[in-house]
């Protein structure tokens, strides 16, 4: 069919609800909005649900794709009136109340903006070509091959500076994500590859951590900060704060204080930005996020709302919006349901309150930081613990916690990965130069 | 570093054993060869075993890779003077004692080809180039993403010869992948896809298996065909016997009664051949597969010899050679371990008989078919239970056992398939057309 058509919907007399997004907040909205009043057509680019925290545990091998993504058709499986469409949004049209998608125009009564975020290099062009974003499943994939084919690469090497590029691997950013990379990776080091490289001395392998600002988890306590600090130089990270990775041509890493890394692995956990989509007035954008009102409500419309990572909504407490997490996207998709009833039945609307339920990391085996609102900051083994039950209890379906937990028991007694395979399309590029990869840009 | 130098190898005294493929063969050579009196170097394109017999199930999106795939270095763990090597072998130069591969040269004293089989097309290039094979994880989990893909095409389908190519699938082969793959779709078809589309009428769902001769699993016996035939059809698969496809356009099936299906999807389980290496004499090959005497020694070599579905070993039992399957392979290697020892210590060599223990399929839940030696032959759901625990028991590695043994419990008691993902790399292709997919080659 042409992209000029409108995308096949079963006919129905309800307000129609178009929701841009099957993350944490457009599952969340589309779970919570009541059947009678509303159809509703979910449009997400995959035909999955992502459970963004235990992604790079997909691509250290920990954890294959199933037991962290769940079809977005199942999780919303026997609700009325409700329709799936997988497609790429190309622009909305708030004028003519529809979204242009790459299978077909679809109108709306109501547009909510749930895309959440990607990864920001902040226009960075060398390094957006040539590290590895970790945001989406097939990043995650190719990311674990990646990793692993260079140390396949690395028994064969004999130029000394190229087994320094298989075996480094810097990453860049000490938020959670490039926490828990480095703890996960220091782990591998420690535990797996020396039973499957016993040629290679894996002392000279390098995990470098880089962060700009001049400590570790920088939004979490202290507390957080200090520990996970020590947790990761338990595993040989070398930690570089106050740093900025300022090149990488694929083979050499330059960091602002001069150094220089021969690797042909970066990982780029440095950034995230709202994924915006095109369409929108000039008012409503603002720092590539896209302003919303305490309703959620978009700037200059009436019928636009955004929740989520891509959602800025300034309040007093949060003068520049909530942080781009998973907690204040399910809360603006929950509050969200409840306010579109309230609107089709004239009722007053409610405005967001985000109910802080505290954050966390971890560092690899025992170790993990866990900070509670009122000030309760702990780590150790109580807070690998509270991590790995929060955790459990947040994914959906009870068959993704079911294999979690097993893969965590097995890794956990065995000192294991399981899913160390080397798994590829076959694209040119392969051929070409094995050490590279396929498919590292953003997915469209 | 160049392909004309040598693979560095750490260096022993030992006799070196190269075995080239890490199948069923392959790695019970290397397992049980004894690590006092030979170095053994396993090369393979894969970091990983595949265990065969259960690829269709992560094609039907009943199991994620890890299930079914052990790491080649993980299986061979702690045995001394062992070396995994990837690398794509390109030919073997008898006369050298080397061969030749992507990452470089290595020299054996005793080289044994363990390649296996892969997909015949018996010359039939259109079919070659749009059919999908299944002889390899990448191509399973390619085929999944693209009967999902499929389905999502379909719900927003509007010209009708385009919905029925979405929704109807071609199996061409009745052997017990073909059976298999039948079964599993059947399945689909009946307890995931109309929960999933609810919109569709999959009433109008396909699914055709296609096969030569006069009956299903032509190779076991007349009791297991007749059930097995009787199986599928309870799937509503529509079974065409004496028939062939002639030509697959990616849109048009043509079938040799006439028939022409519409469909962009033929799935190719018709045939295998011996994955035969490059380099040896024509006196070591007949129809694709490597001649060997009955201590597996390649006709007209010293040091070369042939295992598994690659081999042709002519008896009188087996004027043809054995059938292309795991346990005369698994039993080659084992007695080529010992014959490589009495050849080093002068020692009288035992000649290969094969021990049969029968053959198996199943079809879709509760039903199965399995022959015994002297047979024996039963159907329903003991052969179910016999094929299940079979298979656990034949799997490499406890951690691939519990895995699958979970699924398959999930499975059956939820009626659903935990890995219907779509997950793909971004290559060209995929942007020119949805429907189609890249990697659908036979690996490099």
Tied chains: 1, 2.
């Excluded at 999955?48 to 691509?59: G, I």
């Excluded at 998608?101 to 679809?106: P, Q």
């Excluded at 091959?145 to 990453?171: K, Y």
């Amino acid at each position: 069919m042409s992209t000029k058509q409108n995308i096949p919907i079963p006919f129905s007399d309800l307000k129609r609800v178009v929701i841009i997004g099957g993350g944490f907040g457009g599952i969340k909205l589309a779970q919570k909005l009541n059947d009678k009043h509303f159809e509703v057509v979910l449009v997400d680019r995959h035909n999955y649900h992502t459970f963004q925290p235990l992604l790079y545990q997909v691509a250290t091998a920990g954890l294959e794709p199933d037991s962290i993504a769940g079809p977005l058709r199942k999780q919303l499986e026997g609700r009325k009136h409700f329709y799936f469409r997988m497609a790429t949004v190309e622009y909305v049209d708030p004028t003519l109340n529809h979204i242009q998608t790459d299978i077909g125009i679809l109108d709306y009564d109501y547009l909510v903006i749930a895309t959440g975020s990607k990864t920001n290099y902040f226009g960075n062009k060398s390094i957006m070509e040539n590290a590895f974003p970790l945001k989406q499943i097939p990043q995650a994939l190719d990311l674990r091959s990646h990793i692993l084919q260079n140390f396949e690469n690395a028994v064969i090497e004999t130029n000394p500076s190229n087994l320094e590029r298989h075996m480094n691997i810097v990453i860049v950013g000490g938020g959670p994500t490039g926490v828990e990379v480095a703890g996960a990776l220091g782990e591998l080091k420690r535990s797996v590859l020396p039973k499957d490289y016993p040629e290679l001395d894996l002392t000279q392998m390098r995990i470098i951590l880089v962060e700009g600002q001049d400590k570790l988890l920088a939004a979490m306590s202290d507390k957080a900060s200090t520990k996970s600090y020590d947790y990761v130089q338990k595993f040989d990270v070398d930690v570089r704060l106050q740093c900025f990775v300022t090149d990488f041509d694929g083979e050499v890493a330059t960091l602002s204080n001069g150094e220089i890394i021969q690797t042909y692995t970066v990982i780029w956990a440095a950034g995230v930005m709202g994924n915006v989509i095109d369409g929108l007035g000039e008012q409503a954008i603002e720092k590539s996020r896209i302003l919303v009102d305490e309703y959620n409500l978009v700037q200059g419309y009436k019928n636009v709302f955004a929740i989520g990572d891509v959602a800025t909504m300034k309040t007093s407490e949060f003068p520049n919006g909530h942080a781009m997490m998973a907690p204040a996207a399910m809360q603006q998709g929950e509050l969200l349901a409840k306010n579109l009833k309230a609107i089709e039945s004239h009722q007053p609307l409610k405005s967001f309150k985000f109910f802080d339920k505290g954050s966390m990391a971890t560092v690899g085996r025992n170790r993990a930081v866990v900070d509670l609102p009122g000030n309760v900051s702990y780590g150790g083994l109580l807070a690998w613990l509270t991590w790995m039950f929060i955790h459990l209890v947040q994914i959906i379906g009870l068959r993704n916690r079911l294999i979690i937990f097993s893969n965590w028991v097995w890794n956990y007694f065995t000192y294991d990965r399981g899913t160390r395979l080397i798994i590829r399309r076959f694209t040119p590029k392969f051929k070409l130069k094995k050490q590279k990869i396929s498919g590292r840009k953003e997915a469209s």
